[in-house]
């Protein structure tokens, strides 16, 4: 899903925002795109599991703690790629059951929901970040940062993408979802 612009518009903006959603969408298939090549990751290291424990009789103990991890980036990066597509969870019968200015009020009230959602998960991961510093994931050996790091780059993305939303909504009055 993406969002285009009324052709109310005048063409100068809508060119600039057009250029804005390549970027945002650019950056939530990235998002995507690493998620998948973790998810990837993550099968192999099961199939290492399995390899180990069945075959070898050496169960490798790293790979909980690893697809602990990967799992933890794999739900972040998609999370904020779902911001961008707005696929994410929402309960919308209510909003659109409202007639125009109330339902336009709620789709205002949402994004800003959204927004601040992200700028939460944001500022608490950081904390995570900065207070786990040094301690170190058993079996692996990695900060215990790396785990909460997720949260921060998926709470900026979800405030970039909702704050992008927000704002053409706010210029343009007029948002259409594909």
């Not at 990837?40 to 790979?63: D, E, K, M, Q, S």
């Not at 200015?101 to 700028?119: E, K, N, T, V, Y």
């Amino acid at each position: 899903m993406s969002i285009e612009l009324e052709p109310s518009v005048d063409k100068e903006d809508a060119t600039e925002s057009s250029s804005l959603n390549r970027i945002l969408d650019s950056a939530a298939a990235l998002c995507i795109l690493v998620a998948g090549i973790l998810l990837v990751a993550l099968i192999v290291t099961f199939g290492w599991l399995v390899f180990g424990r069945y075959i070898l009789n050496n169960t490798p103990t790293w790979v909980e703690q690893t697809s602990l991890v990967l799992v933890v980036y794999i739900t972040c990066l998609g999370a904020a790629a779902g911001v961008r597509h707005h696929s994410h969870l929402n309960i919308d019968f209510v909003r659109e059951s409202f007639s125009g200015p109330i339902r336009d009020i709620m789709h205002h009230i949402s994004d800003l929901f959204i927004f601040f959602f992200g700028g939460f998960m944001a500022f608490q991961g950081w904390k995570l970040v900065m207070t786990n510093l040094e301690r170190a994931i058993p079996m692996i050996g990695l900060s215990e940062s790396w785990r909460a790091a997720p949260l921060v780059i998926c709470g900026v993305l979800i405030m970039l993408f909702s704050s992008a939303d927000i704002a053409q909504r706010l210029l343009t009055r007029k948002v259409k979802r594909v």
